[in-house]
């Protein structure tokens, strides 16, 4: 039960409410944000003098309901989670869940006219998921990571710590599984979590983390491609959504693709303090030089030349290097290089960071 029908029950009654809970189900087949049909049921849940409009899943061979998961889920509350409010069979034996209620599916939302608009907005030639896009798929990862990571703790999903540190895994996590609520304008996501079960192995637990994250890439380039449709996006942007599953969820709250030029010149120069951490961390990593810029190459000859030393074009704390020198030495810079960067300056200063 939501937190304003549970103070509308509590105002209503000058005592405690007592009675058997009824559900009314009327087999009606609760429709999606676009009017084609969901596999949710719209019921009334009745106790005593007071009714609320819930949802229900039913039954069938390919999402089994359990009575286990039931009792395992029916405490459990968290705002991107679909409440599990009650169970009960219907007359042949088959199991219900009575569900919280949605307004519908979010790979539809996404597909509508209304959620492409709020999904993403336009820069320049490309576009970028929108802060409420973005902050929805951080939302829905950062929910998969808990779910899936026992030992991880944070404050947001601090609800979930009471399963996750027994081991409670869900089996899979479908784009048809998220669904959106739209209330007072805000949408919000939320995960239908109706199957769920032990694990003690580690290995079993990790090998079940590599299929949910699996399936929360594929979810997450699923819900992209849709609210993209066919429009190009900001290369920044595509490596945010790539990020999902790589790093933990402050990580992914805190990815590059949205910083301030300033914040870039921040971080940029904190990288080449400390050259014996930064630059063993760096052996390895997949990453090229470019050498089709002509700008980049013009920038390396005047640093060489200024700074009588040579650039190792093998080495990607070099490349760090360059990009410092970029920022640090932009006065000095000659005009004609300045120019080509197409970025403005105010009064001598850099205000951009190119290649950050």
């Given at each position: 039960?939501?937190?304003e029908v549970f103070?509308?029950?509590?105002r209503?009654?000058d005592?405690?409410t007592f009675?058997?809970?009824?559900?009314?189900?009327e087999?009606?087949i609760?429709?999606?944000?676009n009017?084609?049909?969901t596999?949710?049921y719209?019921?009334?849940s009745?106790?005593?003098s007071s009714?609320v409009k819930?949802?229900?899943?039913?039954h069938?061979?390919?999402?089994?309901?359990?009575?286990e998961?039931?009792?395992?889920?029916?405490?459990?509350?968290?705002?991107n989670i679909?409440?599990?409010?009650?169970?009960?069979e219907?007359y042949s034996?088959?199991?219900r869940f009575v569900?919280?209620?949605?307004?519908?599916?979010?790979?539809?939302w996404v597909k509508?006219?209304?959620?492409?608009q709020?999904?993403f907005?336009?820069?320049?030639?490309?576009?970028?998921?929108?802060s409420?896009?973005?902050?929805?798929?951080i939302?829905?990862?950062?929910l998969?990571?808990?779910?899936m990571?026992f030992?991880?703790?944070?404050?947001?999903?601090?609800?979930?710590?009471?399963?996750?540190?027994?081991?409670?895994y869900?089996?899979?996590?479908d784009?048809?599984d998220?669904?959106?609520?739209?209330?007072?304008g805000v949408?919000?996501a939320k995960?239908?979590i109706?199957?769920?079960?032990?694990?003690?192995?580690?290995n079993?637990?990790?090998?079940?983390?590599?299929d949910?994250w699996?399936?929360?890439r594929?979810l997450v380039q699923v819900?992209?491609?849709s609210?993209?449709?066919?429009?190009t996006?900001?290369?920044?942007s595509?490596?945010?959504f790539q990020y999902?599953?790589?790093?933990?969820?402050?990580?992914?709250?805190d990815?590059p693709?949205?910083?301030?030029?300033e914040r870039?010149?921040?971080?940029?120069?904190g990288?080449v303090t400390?050259?014996?951490?930064v630059?063993?961390k760096?052996?390895?990593?997949?990453f090229?030089w470019?050498?089709?810029?002509?700008?980049?190459?013009k920038l390396?000859?005047?640093?060489e030349?200024?700074l009588?030393?040579?650039?190792?074009r093998k080495e990607?704390?070099?490349?760090?290097?360059?990009c410092r020198?970029?920022?640090?030495h932009?006065?000095?810079?000659?005009?004609?290089?300045q120019?080509?960067?197409?970025l403005s300056s105010?009064?001598?200063e850099m205000v951009s960071?190119?290649m950050?």
């Open positions: 039960m939501s937190s103070v509308s029950v509590y209503a009654h005592r405690p009675g058997e809970c009824f559900i009314i189900d087999n009606k609760h429709l999606d944000v009017g084609n049909a596999e949710l719209e019921v009334t009745t106790i005593g009714s819930c949802m229900v899943i039913k069938t061979p390919s999402k089994p309901l359990w009575f998961s039931y009792d395992m889920l029916k405490m459990f509350r968290h705002p679909i409440s599990i409010e009650n169970y009960y219907d034996g088959e199991p569900l919280s209620w949605v307004d519908g599916g979010l790979l539809t509508s006219m209304k959620g492409r709020s999904a907005q336009s820069s320049g030639r490309s576009i970028r998921p929108s409420s896009f973005r902050q929805m798929i939302v829905i990862a950062y998969a990571i808990n779910t990571n030992h991880y703790n944070s404050g947001i999903c601090k609800g979930l710590e009471c399963l996750l540190q027994h081991g409670m869900p089996t899979k996590i784009i048809k998220v669904y959106v609520r739209v209330k007072g949408i919000s995960i239908l109706s199957e769920v079960y032990w694990i003690t192995s580690i079993d637990r990790y090998n079940q983390e590599l949910l699996e399936d929360m594929s819900c992209k491609n609210a993209a449709d066919g429009k996006i900001h290369p920044d595509e490596r945010f999902v599953g790589i790093g933990n969820v402050e990580m992914l709250q990815y693709d949205n910083w301030t030029d870039k010149v921040c971080y940029l120069m990288l400390y050259p014996s951490f630059r063993p760096l052996t390895g990593a997949c090229t470019p050498t089709t810029c002509e700008f980049l190459e390396i000859d005047h640093q030349t200024r009588n030393t040579t650039f190792n990607f704390y070099d490349y760090i290097l360059v020198d970029l920022v640090k932009w006065r000095n810079l000659p005009g004609i290089q120019g080509s960067l197409f105010k009064d001598g960071a190119y950050v």
